[in-house]
């Protein structure tokens, strides 16, 4: 099956730095990746959807400027978090589908972030 | 915002015995989908019904769909040690092409040996 990795798998920074976490799609093309973040023993919630080449989409509530978001290739999207604070420490998964009409999606293994 | 409810959020069964979990939602669906995730780890994709779907199967899996009560179910027959996990169903309500997942907010299931 399709795999998507997630770089770094976990990841501690000092308040007011930014943190890079990656995400890739290794066996397939993906045209639209999807962030979440995860607080603990609580569920997904989508922050954004990012298509190939264009500009994230934001759920409500979600600062574009605080969480940035590239897709830079159809194998690769970045989220960083800008002047992280403890209250973005969570769980960070991303998930990518391919072109066409799929209905699945495949899910990274996650980021922690910690910020201190 | 979230857009199903599972219930329960906790069940413990003893290794063996069927685990039913339940998920229900607000809108009209596409399809609905059914994820395992084990403690801090990312998610597992166990099936997918579609919205012109009552019921399907995989392995000792088995989820039913029903649209005019906007919910499902997750069965699990025959429980093992390893199938201790969060179960989350996650709708698929957006315009075709978009696919945004919606999540519940999940069911943990442990399973005693």
């Known amino acids: 099956g399709a795999v998507v990795s997630q770089h770094p798998s976990w990841v501690i920074c000092k308040s007011g730095t930014s943190v890079k976490i990656e995400c890739r799609s290794l066996?397939?093309?993906?045209?639209?990746m999807f962030w979440y973040r995860q607080f603990p023993k609580q569920s997904l919630m989508l922050m954004a959807t990012?298509?190939?080449?264009?500009?994230?989409?934001?759920e409500q509530g979600v600062e574009k400027d605080k969480f940035l978001i590239n897709h830079a290739s159809l194998t690769l999207s970045t989220l960083t978090v800008t002047s992280a604070h403890p209250e973005d420490s969570s769980f960070y998964i991303c998930?990518?589908?391919?072109?066409?009409?799929?209905?699945?999606?495949?899910f990274g293994p996650g980021t922690r972030l910690t910020v201190t | 915002s979230q857009q199903g409810e599972e219930d329960p959020q906790a069940l413990s069964i003893q290794e063996g015995e069927n685990a039913t979990m339940n998920c229900s939602y607000k809108?009209?669906?596409?399809?609905l989908q059914w994820y395992r995730q084990n403690s801090g780890r990312g998610l597992v994709h166990l099936i997918l019904i579609r919205s012109n779907e009552r019921e399907k199967h995989s392995g000792r899996l088995r989820v039913t769909l029903d649209t005019s009560k906007k919910s499902s179910s997750l069965l699990i027959t025959a429980s093992r040690a390893a199938d201790t996990a969060s179960y989350f169903c996650?709708?698929?309500?957006?315009?075709?092409?978009?696919?945004?997942?919606?999540f519940g907010q999940g069911t943990r299931l442990t399973i005693n040996p």
């Open positions: 809108t009209s669906i596409n399809n």
């Open positions: 066996d397939f093309q993906a045209t639209t």
């Open positions: 998930s990518a589908r391919t072109s066409g009409y799929s209905y699945e999606q495949y």
């Open positions: 996650a709708t698929d309500a957006g315009i075709q092409g978009a696919q945004k997942l919606v």
């Open positions: 990012s298509n190939e080449g264009s500009k994230a989409t934001y």
